[in-house]
């Protein structure tokens, strides 16, 4: 399994980022993909998720109604896109991947977003 994200940067308060991630190794249609966020000191949270399929989501409650995941299982690609941004959104952030919601998730290797005026 590997998993490249790219798109994080610095951006204004209320700007806008997209995230993206490249899959390869694994049948992308048949994993669950999920995008965490990590600050230092504090554990790995769940931003949002999208089912193998692509017709389920959820997002934390922190990030709905500015966030989208979205996936093409014909390029591999999982996308988070993020609006209104929020100096709270600091992070670095991880593209995952699980065949079933109990396994074990494999991992990006994180990209920076950073949103500070």
């Known amino acids: 399994v590997q998993l490249v994200e790219s798109g994080g940067g610095l951006v204004q308060p209320g700007g806008s980022l997209t995230l993206s991630c490249v899959a390869s190794g694994f049948t992308f249609s048949n994993y669950h993909m999920m995008w965490y966020r990590q600050t230092p000191g504090k554990e790995r949270e769940l931003v949002a998720s999208?089912?193998?399929?692509?017709?389920?989501?959820e997002y934390a409650d922190s990030v709905k109604g500015r966030f989208t995941i979205s996936r093409n299982n014909l390029r591999n690609t999982v996308t988070l896109q993020m609006n209104n941004l929020k100096p709270d959104d600091t992070a670095v952030y991880y593209c995952?991947?699980?065949?079933?919601?109990?396994?074990?998730?494999?991992w990006g290797q994180g990209t920076q977003v950073t949103v500070s005026s």
């Open positions: 995952a991947a699980k065949r079933t919601v109990i396994s074990a998730a494999s």
């Open positions: 999208v089912s193998s399929v692509g017709d389920t989501t």
